[in-house]
């Protein structure tokens, strides 16, 4: 639960961000009753034994990640796993950063970095509801660039692009884009570094006008490959939505459910609460902002308001009485948007198993992975990840700021639920 100091702080950036909220969409005090208390905690615990795990496997994971902080593996983390909307694991180990003394808890920021897909994926379909946004569209339709694409060829040349990229190829990852840093000494990634990849000195809608310059890695729609797509997502966002896409974000999603403590920028007053890596500055500051707001990566929350937008998919699309998409819309984002030739000519790493849709991965098959069928999720590069589980009706959100740890911890979280799921 949030401590005292912290809960003072949560409710009253939760009352101007409702009264923000109001104004911005030009409502009066109905629109702002429509919105989840942010004073009001995510958080509901229960006893884990009722909730259908065994606390005592549940300890594995409780002992293993305090043998992590104690032998210096790790700085600190959070896990939270939750069952028929109520928490049966919350526990926060080690402290914020090095050299800190506040412990690790639910209201710690952690750099979510690639949590951040599916937050813009969702407000991108709130888009398409209403008819502003076309999933089938090409993406020209709102960014004109995009409509002279052209592929990378083995010699290093290009040639036009034969098929379009379409809005849904976007949110999937099967629109030729890349990230260079996955491979970045192939010459692709060598060209896309030299064209301005790393840039963040551009709104978002200048960077999906400098990356529409670069090869594509593939024909749109013919191959996976995790890329900078969401990013020019978010442009498309803008376009459609009329507006900036933080303010698009806020409306639309953090802002209805509460989540007072995401955003791509954090103020200063907030630094007490940051989150910080084994090696200090390795990552990006959260009160320095730069004009880019990436969709792909540039968000930072907490446990306590992520568990709000999980909650939120769990509840097919609606949280505590608030609405964000119909479930149909969410259906709609867990068709798996990937085939078997489309996952074998990319590099497909979410792994056997696993398709991917609109915004999320998908488990297609839980014979090789532990999370039901019709799991979905995502994670983040510092490690942060969350599941939702249908099928078990379980859900997970896991906080650390580790890079290098991220798959490991991926499997552990998975082996310790998993194996503590006894009814």
Known sequence: MPKPHHAFLKARTGLLALVALSLALGAGPALAAKAVDPKVSSIVPADAAALGFDPAKLDVARQALKADVASGKIVGAYLLVGRHGKVAFQEGFGVQGPGQATPVSDETIFRVFSMTKPVVTVTAMTLVEQGKLDLDAPVSKYLPEYANLRVWQADGSSVPATRPMLVRN????????????????????????????????LTARDYARLIAKLPLRTEPGTAWYYSHSTDVLGAVVEVAGGKPLDVLVRERVTGPLGMTDTAFWQPEARRARFAEPKAVGSFYDYAKPTPYLSGGGGMSSTAEDYLRFVLMLEGDGQYKGVRIIKPETLARMRQDETTPAMRAAGLFFPGPGMGFGLGFSLVNDDTVQRPGKGAFSWWGIAGTEFWVDPKNDVVMVFMIQSRELAMEYQRRNRAWIYDALVK
């Open 170 to 201: 976007l949110m999937s990852h099967t629109s030729g884009l890349i990230y260079g840093f996955i491979q970045p000494t192939t010459p692709i990634s060598k060209a896309w570094a030299a064209g301005g990849e790393g840039r963040d000195d």
